[in-house]
């Protein structure tokens, strides 16, 4: 187990080494420039903590319903204290935007969601069938991946990356109703099958030595 564990580490290691390799090779050193450049050295969270003030203000004005889908950057406006400085459609943290545009009732539901995603999912990955739980456990991975980044970032508000989500969660929750049949099932059936060989064979050698 330490040396599978070891190996994983440093194929990791291998892996962050070749993106790190690659984005210099292709980007240049203006990549690393423009991503560090972001950073603001008064504030290394480039104005989130800011953003995500003001959305607590909303989330604590509104708390049970939310002020409503789509009216952020209209609420965040009275809860702004740099006003004019943002102009801010999304708060940098779908979490925190979804109880500020929901409410308590919204997190409720998509909590909901989220749990029965992942009930589903470790269902689904815990098939006897290879393909299918490889299936599952990939795209549930992703799918973790994307909620890790919503924590800083509006990722689900973006529609290729609410699209894409979605598109994991389907692969890593669709039914049995396209997966190869049990394993269990195709064992009996192929005893059945063997057993009726037997039988038949049986049979002919009964009539071959009575002929």
Not at 5 to 18: E, K, N, P
Not at 39 to 44: E, G, L, R, S
Not at 71 to 95: I, K, M, W
């Amino acid at each position: 187990r330490i040396r599978s564990m070891l190996g994983r580490v440093a194929l990791g290691s291998v892996l962050v080494v070749a993106i790190f390799t690659s984005v210099l090779f292709f980007g240049g050193e203006g990549s690393l420039s423009r991503l560090v450049g972001t950073v603001n050295q008064d504030d290394p969270t480039t104005g989130r903590l800011h953003f995500w003030e003001g959305t607590l203000e909303i989330i604590r004005e509104r708390p049970l319903t939310g002020v409503g889908l789509g009216a952020f950057s209209v609420a965040y406006t009275r809860h702004d204290t740099r006003p004019g400085v943002f102009r801010l459609e999304q708060a940098h943290n779908d979490y925190l935007q979804l109880l500020s545009d929901a409410g308590i009732v919204g997190a409720a539901l998509g909590l909901l969601f989220v749990g029965a995603l992942f009930r589903v999912a470790l269902k689904r990955a815990a098939s006897r069938d290879k393909f299918r739980s490889g299936v599952a456990r990939g795209a549930l991975a992703g799918c973790f991946a994307v909620l890790v980044h919503s924590f800083f970032d509006f990722t689900l508000h973006t529609t290729a990356n609410a699209l894409l989500f979605l598109l994991l969660a389907a692969l890593a929750t669709i039914n049995g109703r396209t997966e190869e049949p049990d394993l269990e099932q195709h064992d009996q059936q192929r005893r059945r099958r063997r057993r009726r060989r037997s039988s038949q064979q049986g049979t002919d050698h009964t009539n071959a030595a009575q002929a």
